[in-house]
């Protein structure tokens, strides 16, 4: 096998080292000894021993650098590292170059800076890369300039919830390790890169591009074209982006190995009446992969393919047999030995995914086919929909692990969308060019493509619209997407192989089984809890209570602030949604800005809250929302929070002005917006085992005396500063006397306290 497939072995090595620097954490110093002392290994046996035994050792030589590599990388080393210097208090005078493309959003361009020199009252030399935030849009900087600045560099702090993504480690596997905030571009002193460089080159194609789109297109069809050829999608509407993402078709706007396709076909046909050598050919199609790679912002996807298109153009130039498998297995490997990061990538995995089974699986189910092989069918009709069947299904349970979403119609969908998007890009290189020779002759190519683009919409609206059923699946774990994998590649052997069928259905019954069996053993082994799962928010801090893992909760919700992104589709639902709840009973609103209250209603609407608590001061407001708004929540099922409940002894929620109380069997915890000892004191006369504050705290010396006057064993706050503080973040249980110690949510993400015997009721 490894003779005949050597990159499948090159690549079995590099991703189990990878995983393993990123679960053990261990220096990289460790990897690269292990590494250097397997290559000495074979190089002793080099002429000694057999070459399988050679072969396998400098595979565990590469095993242990890709981990080095990794590790070197992603984890910070040495006193010269930026993370040594990321505190938030000191400011500096800092020195560096943008080392990647600029990112324009809605109302901030982010830029990825890396730090070469730091001044305060000492000159530092440091290394490593911050993320730059500018509180406007700008188009002024770009790759390769060079900064000057003062600003504080802030550590990154941990944002992992139930039903997002880690944001620190997304930044970390990006290369950085602080943020810097500054509220204007005047604030930075800039030498510009060189003008006539190949960055440079880049920069002025993709602006004329794009310049050529919003001179011969309508504004939505330009977005679109510019989404389709370079994968630039900031102009897209936001509704035709839903459009796109609930038909199952949003890899269109990700450039991929399809565009890269289409972009070489549409050059082979311009240069197919030249009589140009073959050499010719492969150095102006490498020559147009390098540039669209670039132009494309060298997206994962582009690149892979790119690398491919690469081997195959070289390997046809040379004359050597074409090996997919191998090549495939060859642009993984060479990726993941430059950037060993991107194996954590989405778009990383469901491209090889993908790529990988239509390999694997075409070929058998076109065997199928052989009699139906006269005229043109097997290319224009069977082709075509095999190829977009197997993608949807490679891509399946990455996508329902990810999104926990399963367009119904994303087969169907592809098979119409994707030939037309095809069409359209092939229109849109037709308008460049159109443009390119007369400008008049862009406009009315730019008529036609913009009718083509219209159809799109509209298939992409009966496709993707509101009424558009979509199968949500939920959290599903990694051995479940191991498991579907493997039946999948059992499924195709089977179509030639009996004995394979029969394992099958045997393994099927097995699983299936265990699938009945294991309600009954949890049964008998969990018993009832209450899972209370804290969750930093913008501003605050979220509270989910669900009872024994079933599909209903309870959510409270204190100091959250307003953003320029909808709260409820980027952290409350999906949070919702991982932990498995659908229908929220009781929802508690603390404190909350009035910008926010239409996040807040929505997620009331989405889950069918049935009772909505809310205080009197925002009373008013979520009224108005509620009525102007289109969703079916009615004002009935508002209470508003305004009569202070003395201390009560019974398990349920007690919501007061400024908070709710919420009583166990065998402890209590607080729900406040800001920390007011006088005001707990009077609620709870008693004993209240935990605290939660919404708004920032700074923990002290006197409120830890206060703290344990009152019998308070926690405080979890979104923000907390106290040198003696103790965070832990394992599962609680009220019976486990901890000391007082404090957690601070901005940095931990979650928190999971899991209370026994436990039975919740909302009281008014």
């Known amino acids: 096998m490894i003779r005949a497939y050597p990159s499948i072995f090159l690549l079995l090595m590099i991703v189990p080292g990878i995983v393993l620097a990123d679960q053990v954490c261990l220096p990289a110093w460790i990897f690269l000894s292990a590494a250097i002392l397997a290559a000495l290994l074979g190089a002793v046996w080099f002429r000694r021993a057999g070459s399988t035994r050679v072969v396998m050792t400098f595979g565990l030589a590469l095993f242990f650098f890709s981990a080095f590599h990794y590790s070197l990388l992603y984890y910070p080393a040495g006193e010269r590292h930026i993370t040594n210097f990321a505190y938030g208090d000191q400011r500096y005078h800092i020195y560096g170059r943008v080392t990647d493309w600029p990112r324009l959003l809605s109302n901030r361009t982010e830029l990825k800076v890396g730090i070469d020199s730091l001044i305060s009252n000492n000159t530092y030399h440091v290394r490593g890369t911050v993320l730059l935030r500018l509180s406007d849009t700008t188009t002024s900087l770009q790759r390769g300039d060079r900064l000057e600045f003062f600003g504080r560099i802030y550590p990154l702090r941990n944002t992992a919830t139930p039903g997002g993504f880690d944001y620190r480690r997304y930044l970390n596997l990006k290369g950085v390790h602080g943020i810097v905030y500054l509220s204007t571009p005047l604030d930075l002193r800039l030498d510009k890169r060189n003008r006539y460089g190949l960055i ?81 050919r492969t150095a102006v199609l490498l020559s147009v992969l390098l540039l669209f790679t670039l132009i494309s912002y060298e997206e994962p996807s582009v690149v892979r393919a790119s690398i491919m298109a690469t081997l195959v153009l070289l390997s046809r130039l040379v004359q050597r047999r074409v090996d997919l498998n191998n090549i495939i297995s060859a642009t993984a490997a060479a990726i993941l030995l430059y950037d060993p990061t991107q194996l954590f990538d989405v778009g990383f995995q469901l491209s090889f995914v993908t790529a990988w089974g239509l390999i694997f699986i075409t070929p058998v189910v076109l065997k199928r086919f052989n009699s139906v092989r006269q005229g043109r069918w097997i290319a224009w009709v069977i082709f075509p929909i095999a190829v977009s069947i197997i993608a949807q299904i490679c891509s399946g349970p990455l996508i329902a692990f990810y999104f926990q979403r399963i367009p119904v119609l994303s087969v169907p969908a592809n098979i119409v969308i994707v030939l037309l998007t095809s069409a359209a890009v092939f229109g849109i290189l037709g308008v460049v060019l159109a443009d390119i020779i007369l400008p008049l002759l862009g406009v009315f190519t730019g008529s036609l493509v913009n009718q083509l683009i219209e159809f799109i919409l509209y298939c992409l609206k009966f496709f993707g619209g509101e009424n558009v059923p979509i ?9 479940l997407i191991l498991i579907s994998y493997t039946y999948l590649i059992l499924l195709v052997y089977a179509i030639t192989s009996k004995r394979n069928r029969r394992i099958i259905v045997l393994s099927l019954v097995i699983l299936v089984n265990l699938m009945l069996l294991r309600p009954v053993l949890c049964g008998l082994t969990n018993r009832n809890h209450t899972d209370v799962w804290l969750v930093s928010v913008p501003g605050g801090i979220a509270a989910v209570i669900q009872q024994n893992d079933q599909a209903d909760g309870d959510l409270i919700i204190t100091g959250l602030k307003d953003r320029d992104y909808p709260i409820d589709d980027r952290i409350l639902v999906p949070t919702l949604e991982r932990l498995g709840i659908k229908t929220i009973n009781s929802m508690f609103v603390i404190s909350s800005d009035y910008g926010s209250i239409n996040d807040l209603v929505r997620t009331a609407e989405r889950t069918a809250v049935n009772k909505l608590f809310v205080p009197e001061q925002l009373a008013c407001s979520f009224r108005d929302v509620i009525n102007l708004s289109k969703f079916n929540l009615c004002t009935e099922a508002m209470i508003v929070s305004q009569n202070i409940q003395r201390g009560h002894k019974s398990v349920g929620y007690y919501p007061f002005k400024n908070g709710v109380l919420f009583q166990s069997q065998d402890s209590s915890m607080m729900f406040v917006n800001k920390l007011v000892p006088n005001q707990i004191a009077e609620i709870t006369p008693g004993r209240c085992d935990r605290l939660v504050v919404g708004r920032g705290v700074e923990i002290s010396k006197e409120l830890e005396c206060w703290a344990v006057e009152y019998g308070i064993s926690s405080i979890v706050a979104r923000w907390a500063k106290w040198s003696g503080s103790k965070d832990y973040s394992s599962d609680l249980s009220p019976k486990e006397g901890v000391p007082i110690a404090v957690t601070d949510l901005s940095q931990s993400g979650a928190l999971r306290l899991r209370l026994f015997s436990v039975s919740l009721c909302a009281e008014p």
């Open 200 to 280: 440079s080159l880049v920069d002025r194609l993709r602006a004329a591009i794009v310049d050529s789109f919003n001179r011969n297109l309508s504004p939505r069809s330009a977005a679109l074209a510019a989404g389709f050829l370079i994968g630039e999608t900031r102009d897209i509407p936001a509704d035709v982006y839903s459009w796109f993402r609930d038909s199952g078709t949003l890899h269109l706007l990700a450039v991929s190995g399809s565009n890269v396709a289409l972009v070489l076909g549409f050059f082979i046909f311009l240069m197919s009446p030249l009589s140009l050598s073959r050499r010719t």
């Open 471 to 479: 199968i949500e699946t939920g959290s599903v774990s990694v051995w």
